[in-house]
């Protein structure tokens, strides 16, 4: 493991990396579910030192995080200036990761992704030079970056434009998911026809003791009490509701919570699809795949809205159409894979940060053929001897 405090040391970290013919992992923070930020018998670059956040115009609402810092103390550091920025679903993540896959959050279907409000990235490339990205300064780069980035350099920092938010309604719905088919159609269909201002997750699992249940987190982009209850009203409708909590709270008070070390290990076994919409179709199968036993975690975020708007070129985070991303954690990769592989005719692509099936197919899955072929290009002229090729990898 290797620990560098600094830009330098990040640089002198992969210098020294590139002569070992071992495999090699950087790591900003957090769970890393994917399971790339970490290995057996090979080197970590930990960037978790490298965690300052810093305002650079009040005026224009400009901050630059590096990228070990944990999004709990992104929201924490901006929650003071009114400010936020949609930053996935958990605060213990460390930025990198996340800011260099997409960005799927609990602001996605008002404001984006998280790629969608960089401005700019700064890397330690893999002859250890550094480099600044833009959408003028190395261009191309900014674009691989923002949503391909693990494959091109090490991220030490990155601007963000945040966005200005206030108090949000947070909710927490606990439903009878005994018709876990229906359930997850009408979820869909509420949810595709939501105002932006809300986004919710819809976590299944197997039934426990004889009793099939369904949990939804969401936030509303509101301080109105009566727009909360109205946004969450038809969301916790679409089954018998058994349980449920919605606070006025600060953006900061939805990512704070408890720090919990990495410890680097475990062999996951986790698949995610991008989905345009959760038709009786899909639904009914993922229904039959969580009684199954096969997977112990399902998981469906919301997406669409803003996300859509961007065209689906402008970044290499392609999938722009898909209203929801699916995620399945399993006990067997084997099972899991092979049910996995049933459900793909509705998927039309995947997001890499929960994704461990490295089969060379995934990368189709990934990335739409131009996208794909626009990256290797860079790849050959970035990463020529693939250095980051231990995460998914683009060959």
């Known amino acids: 493991m290797l620990r560098p405090r600094n830009v330098d040391e990040v640089a002198a970290a992969l210098t020294f990396a590139r002569d070992q013919d071992v495999p090699l992992a950087v790591r900003s923070g957090g769970h890393g579910i994917s399971g790339r930020s970490t290995n057996d018998g090979g080197i970590v670059i930990d960037v978790s030192q490298l965690s300052a956040i810093e305002v650079l115009s009040e005026e224009k609402r400009l901050v630059r995080v590096e990228a070990g810092a944990r999004w709990k103390d992104v929201a924490a550091a901006l929650a003071p200036h009114g400010w936020a920025l949609s930053s996935g679903d958990y605060g213990g993540v460390g930025v990198g990761g996340l800011a ?28 250890g030079s550094r480099i600044r990205a833009d959408a003028e300064e190395n261009a191309d780069l900014f674009w691989a970056v923002r949503g391909a980035g693990a494959n091109f350099g090490v991220v030490t920092a990155f601007e963000f434009e945040v966005d200005q938010v206030g108090m949000v309604g947070f909710g927490q719905f606990v439903l009878d998911a005994s018709d876990g088919a229906t359930l997850l159609e009408r979820w869909g269909a509420a949810m595709e ?28 982009d509101s301080a109105e009490p009566d727009t909360i209850i109205e946004r969450f009203t038809p969301i916790a409708g679409v089954a018998p509701l058994l349980d449920q909590q919605v ?46 036993g096969t997977v112990y975690f399902f998981q469906v975020r919301s997406v669409g809205g803003a996300v859509s708007d961007v065209p689906p070129d402008a970044t290499a985070y392609s999938h722009r159409a898909a209203s929801f ?71």
């Open 100 to 127: 260099t896959a997409g960005g799927i959050g609990w602001l996605a279907r008002e404001h984006g992704l998280t790629i969608d409000r960089m401005r700019a990235a700064e890397l330690v490339l893999a002859d």
């Open 193 to 220: 026809a939501a105002p932006r201002d809300v986004t919710t997750n819809l976590i299944m699992g197997p039934p426990r003791r004889g009793r099939a249940l369904a949990q939804i987190y969401g936030v509303v």
């Open 247 to 292: 606070q006025l709270v600060p953006y900061e008070g939805v990512m704070n919570v408890p720090d919990a070390p990495h410890d680097g290990q475990g062999e996951p076994a986790v698949r995610s699809g991008l989905i345009d919409h959760l038709t009786p179709e899909f639904a009914a199968a993922a229904a039959r795949l969580i009684s199954s």
């Open 325 to 395: 991303s699916v995620v399945a954690f399993g006990g067997s990769k084997a099972l899991l894979d092979r049910a996995w592989d049933e459900l793909a005719p509705h998927f039309r692509g995947l997001y890499l940060s929960f994704e461990t099936d490295q089969r060379p197919e995934r990368l189709g899955e990934a990335w739409p053929p131009a996208t794909l072929a626009r990256l290797r290009e860079l790849k050959r002229r970035y990463d020529p001897d693939n250095v980051f090729r231990d995460n998914f990898n683009i060959i």
